[in-house]
């Protein structure tokens, strides 16, 4: 399994920004599919994840603001981030976790928040 992301930028504080995910290879070996922010000298910290069945997961920081969301067809999960505040800025990583699980990262795409 590889992940792709993209549709990361610099948007003002308030401002929004959609986040794309799209899986290749082995898609169906997929258990859920999650996205990640990691910020300098921090560790990756889970934003949000949706499972093959469609049950979303959310970090409090976020939930009201962000919404995960998945195109089954395209094997695309899409992030759509609104109300952004200058906390959210970061690399988001888009990881894909397959039912043994072991996991497939993206390279990671920039989220910055100008206040």
């Known amino acids: 399994v590889q992940v792709v992301e993209s549709g990361g930028g610099l948007v003002q504080n308030g401002g929004s920004l959609r986040l794309s995910c799209a899986a290749s290879?082995?898609?169906?070996?997929?258990?859920?599919i999650g996205w990640y922010r990691q910020v300098p000298g921090q560790g990756r910290e889970l934003v949000a994840d949706?499972?093959?069945?469609?049950?979303?997961n959310y970090a409090d920081a976020v939930k009201g603001r962000f919404t995960i969301s998945r195109d089954g067809a395209a094997d695309t999960v899409y992030l759509q981030m609104d109300s952004l505040k200058p906390e959210d800025t970061g690399v988001y990583y888009c990881?894909?976790?397959?039912?043994?699980?072991?996991?497939?990262w993206g390279q990671g795409t920039q989220v910055t928040v100008s206040s």
């Open positions: 990881n894909a976790r397959t039912w043994v699980d072991s996991d497939a």
């Open positions: 290879g082995h898609t169906f070996s997929i258990a859920s």
């Open positions: 949706i499972s093959q069945s469609g049950k979303t």
